[in-house]
């Protein structure tokens, strides 16, 4: 099939797909398209990479400054929704109680930054950290939270994954490429590398699984049916990429999350004691790695990795041993500037730019205060996934999850920190909102008297997944 017919087709495809995903959700509020953009963004290339490859370019990035023409966009995106959430008027106050966990990680990334040996870098760093946050609101704070997170995940997938195929079958020049440093051929679609392109697909495969599972609960046969044929097709674009991308790591953390929505859906695991269940099995995997090499046998046999996780390993040693302050760590995103960047690329013939783990990262940047700020992060989260697993299974299944995978993830692959997609995730599945802090449009009005008769359009338009009796918005 010739390029431009093969353009003509997906372009024509996803603006059904959008056109459908228009029809079946009128409601959904057009804030949406922020979270959806900043989805885009983050999960493919930024936008002075989008007009570098048409021959625009706005000068040279450095390490530390990076690109001022993303930096100025970016910060368009979170001036937006915090201006969204603003209009929703929502309270400071009720998010903090409600988050305390995560809001003591974020007064202390920005505490760090006063300790930075490059303050004002950390400071533009630390404003981009606010959007993964503000994103998140205005996806929880919609009138319809739940729709409205199918509705960006599922947005972001035809703005993904569709051209995806598309560049790395027909146009090679953008989809294809050669390893820096290995040389060898490489499928990346619209992202940068490899590893970022499986991520993405870990990222929607492991909700278009969960849609899968949730499907079953649509009453409507047609529309059931409809959105099985949706989520299928996805599952496969999903697939094809993961099997050219070759990204071991995304697969692994993949299988993870959906085999944890699995498995919590089941009978024989206690939703109650899910914490003592989750305890068993890594002592089980302990003791199996210690009588039968288990790591090894997966990392080596399994992956086709070595036991260093390419060179991983001694990344790891290097920058520990550089680490000045192991109380507070070297400030806000500010371990992998300047003498030490050098000290390590001189080392390094493949130039890290990151711990490639995500604990030895947040140490290295926020010390060992920052790193028991990230694990009460994660315990709460965990808490808070256990208790949604007794009011709505269903969404309880996919916090779970996806907790779960990140923290695998975050093994080889430094992913708390940055404009990172799936750290916007995590603060998808973190953040609790509370009851009132719904529109008023989704609050349904009741009749002051029995003459009165409240207009059509003061109910919900439609519900596509039935509601859950004891689901509030403050479990989201």
Not at 71 to 82: K, T, Y
Not at 115 to 127: G, H, Q
Not at 142 to 148: F, M, R, V
Not at 294 to 313: F, H, M, P, Q, W
Request: proline letters at 5%; one cysteine or more.
């Amino acid at each position: 099939m010739p390029p431009p017919v093969a353009l003509a087709l997906t372009l024509g495809f996803i603006a059904v797909l959008f056109w459908r995903d228009r029809r079946a959700h009128p409601e959904l509020s057009a804030a949406l398209w922020l979270p959806v953009i900043w989805f885009f963004l983050t999960g493919s290339r930024y936008v002075g990479q989008w007009l570098f490859l048409f021959g625009i370019s706005f000068g040279p990035v450095s390490q530390e400054d990076g690109s001022p023409l993303d930096a100025a966009f970016f910060l368009l995106l979170i001036i937006a929704g915090i201006t969204v959430l603003v209009r929703r008027r929502i309270s400071v106050g009720d998010l903090v109680r409600n988050n305390g966990w995560l809001s003591f990680f974020l007064l202390y990334t920005a505490l760090a930054i006063l300790w930075s040996d490059f303050p004002f870098v950390a400071v533009k760093r630390w404003v981009k950290e606010l959007g993964h946050p503000v994103m998140a609101l205005i996806v929880l704070t919609d009138a319809g939270p739940k729709d409205a997170f199918r509705a960006v995940l599922r947005r972001v997938s035809y703005l993904l994954l569709p051209p995806s195929i598309l560049t790395i079958k027909y146009y090679p020049q953008i989809g294809r490429g050669f390893d820096t440093w290995s040389g060898a051929a490489t499928n990346f679609g619209i992202t940068n590398s490899k590893n970022d392109l499986g991520y993405v697909c870990a990222l929607l495969g492991m909700f278009f699984c969960w849609n899968l599972m949730s499907a079953w609960r649509i009453e409507n046969k047609q529309e059931r049916r409809r959105e099985f044929a949706l989520t299928l097709m996805c599952l496969w674009m999903i697939w094809w990429l993961l099997s050219m991308a070759h990204s071991s790591t995304s697969l692994v953390c993949t299988l993870i999350g959906v085999g944890t929505m699995l498995a919590v859906s089941t009978r024989f695991v206690s939703k109650r004691f899910i914490g003592t269940s989750l305890v068993i099995a890594i002592v089980l995997v302990v003791a199996a790695n210690s009588a039968f090499g288990l790591y090894d046998r997966i990392v080596e046999e399994g992956l086709g990795k070595n036991a260093s996780l390419t060179d991983r390993t001694g990344v790891w040693q290097d920058a520990i041993a550089m680490a000045t302050n192991p109380l507070l760590g070297a400030g806000f995103e500010s371990f992998w500037l300047g003498p030490r960047l050098d000290a390590m690329w001189a080392k390094w013939w493949w130039h890290p730019t990151q711990a490639h783990n995500g604990f030895i990262e947040t140490y290295l940047n926020l010390g060992l205060v920052g790193l028991g700020a990230l694990i009460g992060l994660i315990i709460a989260t965990f808490r808070k996934a256990r208790q949604e697993l007794l009011r709505d299974l269903d969404f309880g299944r996919f916090r779970l999850g996806v907790l779960l995978a990140i923290v695998v993830y975050n093994y080889t692959e430094a992913i708390f920190k940055a404009l990172h997609p799936l750290w916007t995730l995590f603060y998808l599945i973190a953040v609790d909102v509370p009851p009132n802090e719904a529109p008023k449009s989704a609050k349904v009005p009741v009749a002051r008297s029995s003459r009165t008769v409240p207009s059509p359009r003061q109910f919900e338009v439609r519900v596509r997944y039935p509601p859950v009796a004891a689901r509030s918005h403050r479990s989201r």
